[in-house]
């Protein structure tokens, strides 16, 4: 997933997100605990809390793309994988607690060949 594709007039665009991600921008909103309307209206798609949210879930998306094999196993593996040493919390979960940082650090290690 190329981040270059997903930008539209300097934001990360949640419909271009969506098709990449073969869903919906309520789904994403959703999955980011964000308010369905906030893909909705152009003024608050721009906002720093949206944008963070969907750049952090785009940054692990990349991250685990290269291990599952595509953006829609990796948005699946998102949404639904339980991680150990997080009270089996899934990364969108950790993500809408401001815990981005803690999944990446997760995944550091694991591909650095450590343990969870």
């Given at each position: ?12 665009s ?10 919906t921008?309520?789904e ?8 369905e ?6 003024s608050?798609v ?11 879930m785009?940054?692990i ?10 953006p ?10 339980p991680l150990p ?21 997760y ?6 060949g450590?343990?969870?």
């Amino acid at each position: 997933m190329r981040f270059q594709e997903l930008v539209a007039d300097e934001v990360f665009s949640p419909t271009l997100v969506a098709q990449a991600l073969r869903t919906t921008k309520a789904e994403i909103a959703n999955t980011l605990g964000l308010e369905e309307d906030s893909f909705v209206r152009d003024s608050r798609v721009g906002p720093r809390k949206t944008q963070v949210r969907l750049r952090q879930m785009l940054e692990i998306l990349d991250r685990v793309d290269a291990g599952t094999g595509s953006p829609l196993a990796a948005y699946a593996w998102f949404r639904a994988e339980p991680l150990p040493g997080f009270g089996d919390a899934t990364p969108d979960q950790l993500v809408r607690e401001g815990k981005a940082d803690h999944v990446r650090a997760y995944l550091d290690r694991i591909m650095s060949g450590g343990y969870a």
